[in-house]
């Protein structure tokens, strides 16, 4: 089954870093030329195989909406470490928005642009989706995240609404 979620480094074009932690960075990159995606890649790898790794391990077994998509993953030519390929989230992490002050020249797109706050209409909405996200993840999944916190809750647009995804799942534990 994992040889189905494989993904040659080849296919991959990085563009520009987005983050990154003590246990990797993520990119902005293409796959295959066609798609916009995020590329999580993992600093000193120890997995030899997908199942080997955590993170990998609970993405194949969880899909919601308000979960970050997986993509698939691979290994690195260079040095053998690990990717994650992921939907690319394109108005970034909830932290970034919260922080964002008015006078700042790149402004977001989800502040008011007479104050300097997101919409309750829209905070609430970001609200009810990691309340949902965490549903799925204690109700239905039986796991819990461990890391929830604003840099791991990604915003995207869908119908011209701000939607909140949860990600980064190298803590989940499932019980």
């Known amino acids: 089954m994992s040889s189905a979620w494989q993904i040659d480094w080849d296919d991959i074009d990085l563009e520009k870093e987005l983050a990154h932690g003590s246990f990797g960075s993520v990119w902005l990159g293409n796959l295959n030329s066609k798609w916009e995606v995020a590329v999580k890649r993992v600093y000193d790898t120890k ?41 690319f989230c394109e108005k970034g992490a909830l932290n970034d928005v919260l922080w964002q002050r008015k006078d700042s020249s790149s402004q977001s797109q989800l502040m008011n642009p007479d104050k300097d706050v997101v919409s309750w209409s829209t905070r609430l909405q970001i609200m009810c989706d990691v309340a949902e996200a965490m549903s799925y993840l204690h109700l239905i999944h039986n796991s819990i995240h461990r890391d929830l916190k604003s840099p791991n809750i990604l915003l995207v647009e869908r119908k011209e609404r701000i939607r909140a995804k949860v990600a980064d799942f190298g803590l989940t534990k499932i019980l």
């Open 47 to 87: 997995a030899k195989k997908f199942a080997d790794d955590a993170e990998i391990r609970f993405l194949l077994k969880a899909r919601h909406p308000r979960l970050v998509l997986f993509l698939g993953c691979g290994f690195e030519k260079d040095n053998g470490n690990l990717f994650i390929v992921l939907e």
